[in-house]
């Protein structure tokens, strides 16, 4: 595709469900990252994907969240047992190479709400 | 650990003003810098990517400039316009680690 895309951009879900998002990077890019951002505050890093290369996983918050990449394209981020402080815009990005190299391009973002 | 800093946190100005928004990081050894600009309730569009081997970065009426060895970049902005009131980011990146933002300047230019 022509940018980077996440569904869903609005996720509404009940403490204590799980949740499920996904990221589309941009068609060749190898590298391929986690970040979301609560109300107010930064971006904060949760996963970084670089080819073959095992993910670096130091950002995740709990063992509740994982990040899978299949094939080296599509990503999706779980969230188990949600809490309302898992509530925030959950944003993917992609560059062709990995850091250092590259320019990083972001989705639009998947906004989780936890009621 | 990398530490980014933006100031100022807010900015509010006048139509056509010039501007500059500052970003400083604690580790100079990067292997690059990224400014971003985000809209309320948006993802991120990057503005411009400067190499550590380089000195500064144009695209139209901004300007990015990269001191690495003081942990400093600037993004100047020429003739502010209303469009480009938004969220302003720099993020750092170092080799084989993640991209670290800083907490952004809010700017809104005034009509």
């Known amino acids: 595709g022509a940018g980077v895309s996440q569904s869903p951009s609005n996720k509404v879900t009940e403490k204590g469900k799980d949740v499920e998002l996904r990221c589309d990077p941009i068609?060749?890019?190898?590298?391929l990252y986690w970040y979301r951002q609560s109300l107010g505050q930064g971006l904060e890093f949760l996963i970084y994907f670089q080819g073959n290369s095992a993910p670096d996983k130091s950002g995740l918050p709990s063992d509740r969240f994982s990040a899978e990449r299949t094939g080296g394209s599509v990503s999706t981020l779980t969230i188990q047992r949600t809490q309302q402080e898992d509530s925030a815009v959950y944003l993917c990005a992609s560059s062709l190479q990995g850091i250092g190299n590259t320019e990083a391009f972001f989705g639009q973002g998947t906004r989780l709400t936890v009621v | 650990k990398q530490e980014v800093t933006q100031i100022p946190a807010a900015l509010s100005v006048p139509e056509g003003e010039n501007l500059v928004l500052n970003c400083s990081f604690t580790?100079?050894?990067?292997?690059?810098l990224q400014w971003f600009r985000q809209d309320p309730g948006k993802g991120l569009t990057s503005l411009l990517l400067?190499?550590?081997?380089?000195r500064e970065q144009t695209s139209g009426r901004l300007n990015a400039s990269l001191d690495k060895s003081s942990g400093r970049s600037t993004l100047y902005i020429a003739a502010s316009q209303p469009g480009d009131s938004a969220t302003y980011l720099c993020?750092?990146?170092?080799?084989?680690?993640?991209?670290?933002f800083g907490p952004g300047t809010r700017l809104s230019v005034l009509p």
């Open positions: 400067i190499q550590s081997s380089q």
């Open positions: 068609s060749g890019h190898t590298a």
């Open positions: 993020a750092v990146g170092n080799y084989g680690q993640n991209f670290v």
């Open positions: 580790d100079s050894a990067i292997y690059n």
